[in-house]
């Protein structure tokens, strides 16, 4: 109610602003709209809001199975069995977030909040690098803390596709009003343990992360209705693709190798390149959910 309160003010006075107010000469009223309107936009871009994120892991075979699926590499069908000790030692996860896309947009940094301040906005979707770590729009948002999750393969919710794995969330309380620049996810390790075939195989990836960016405005608002949904997909990770014509096939790759089968960044390192590449790809392993007109996402 009071943030209402706020945003039917910030209305008021901006339109009576627009219409009724006149200071001094021309120039000076010019100058003087824009101190009062930056300070309306600053005290407004200053409102936070709670938003929820789902990170969920699915597969897209339409069944209740996270843990097997199938995929094709260069014509062969393999049927892999992800095993019940498999797990992902989570680090962090957080978000930068954009200036609501706004023709009246300016930055909000303290140095600028002056009548002299030269106008800035940012392209919704791209990162504001520019901006200090203390404004609104230069700060990191966490959605998701230190974590082991290891029942990654059993499903607790579902989507279009069948079972998919609902990671625990943090539900974050204080992001600004805006558009969700991007996605940040680190691990400290993970560890997949599967069958591929009657082929026993270990994997072991150390550190990393990744950024994920949005294809599509993805806003930060009040009454906003559904959390923000990131997808992991296990099935993806070993799944055939191209890069610049030329095809990578992991498990073609793998299936030349006699078991047991450790990848590690000291063992089977050419397997162990072609997964890191892949966790790397833009919308393989992690992605926003596509874009759909009227679908908050």
């Not at 075979?61 to 498999?86: E, K, M």
Request: charged residues 15%; proline residues 5%.
């Amino acid at each position: 109610m009071k943030e209402q309160n706020y945003r039917l003010s910030f209305i008021a006075i901006l339109s009576l602003l627009v219409t009724h107010c006149t200071f001094g000469s021309v120039g000076d009223s010019n100058k003087e709209k824009l101190t009062i309107l930056q300070n309306l936009i600053f005290f407004n871009n200053n409102q936070t809001v709670a938003v929820g994120t789902n990170l969920r892991s699915y597969d897209d075979q339409a069944d209740d199975n996270l843990n097997q699926f199938s995929l094709t590499s260069n014509s062969v069908a393999y049927v892999i069995v992800i095993q019940s000790s498999s797990y992902i030692n989570w680090e962090t996860g957080s978000y930068r977030i954009n200036p609501p896309n706004q023709t009246l947009g300016v930055s909000t940094s303290s140095s600028e909040r002056s009548s002299t301040a030269t106008a800035k906005t940012h392209t919704p979707y791209t990162v504001p690098l520019d901006l200090p770590a203390d404004d609104l729009y230069g700060k990191i948002y966490p959605f998701l803390s230190a974590s082991t999750v290891s029942n990654i393969t059993q499903y607790n919710s579902t989507v279009e596709t069948g079972a998919s794995f609902l990671y625990p969330n943090t539900r974050t309380s204080n992001m600004p009003l805006g558009v969700v620049a991007v996605a940040n996810l680190s691990w400290e390790e993970i560890y997949i343990r599967m069958t591929v075939g009657a082929k026993d195989v270990t994997i072991l990836l150390p550190q990393g992360n990744k950024s994920i960016t949005p294809k599509c405005k993805i806003p930060i608002k009040s009454g906003r209705s559904g959390n923000i949904e990131i997808l992991t997909s296990l099935l993806s990770l070993f799944q055939d693709r191209s890069v610049s014509g030329t095809p990578i096939r992991f498990l073609d790759q793998l299936s030349a190798v006699a078991g047991p089968v450790i990848i590690s960044k000291v063992s089977n390192v050419s397997l162990y390149n072609i997964l890191l590449q892949n966790l790397q790809a833009e919308d393989i392993v992690f992605s926003f959910p596509g874009c759909f007109p009227g679908v908050e996402r």
